[in-house]
């Protein structure tokens, strides 16, 4: 055979063998890129989801007791000068996974950990009480404190009580902020309109 030819079939199987690397790796390329990555992007998702769901469930935030670690319901009303707030709305409901108002409820508390407070549910709805002044405060700066007319009384299962702040809400227990000038006559109709309110347990 001639040295030609020889050099002919030796480029022939370069480009036999150079053609069939570049398909099979072509292939590879094309099912890293149709099998490999899509099921590495899936795994990634499925992780980060389960440790969210995982920190979610047992992390403890600002001191509380991890999600799940309490389940309480509680009546409550809060009173403005004869008017009751409306927690129904839905700029209120499940604004904390702790402790909220939900499905479109606005008077039943749920608390889902333990050490959260009743001012830790005001917080999350943009409300506050302002113990050193006895006010009921919101965020947009509007506050009802006490003065020469109005007062800012607050009740734990009917008994008045100096602060309900720090309060962690027990299994059907009934708490009434009331603020404005009501006589005691008032009083003990916004205590009875609270003892009457169904609490949502679920």
Known sequence: MSNKKKKNNKNEDHKKKKSYFDITRKKRSKNLKTIILPIIAAVVIIAGISIYVFSQNTLSVAGFGPLGSAHEHAAFLIKVNGENIDFSQPKYQVQSDYIH???????????????????????????????????????????????????????????????????ILNNNDRLLVIYGNESDEEIAKALDELNKIKIQFN
């Open 101 to 167: 108002v939900e499905n479109g409820d606005g008077t039943t508390l749920h608390r889902h950990a333990t050490n959260v407070t009743f001012t830790d549910f005001l917080k999350s709805i943009k409300m506050d009480i302002d113990k050193e002044n006895n006010c009921l405060v919101f965020t947009n700066g509007t506050e009802y404190c006490d003065d020469n007319n109005n007062k800012l009384r607050t009740f734990i299962n009917g008994n008045s009580t100096k602060s309900i702040s720090d309060y």
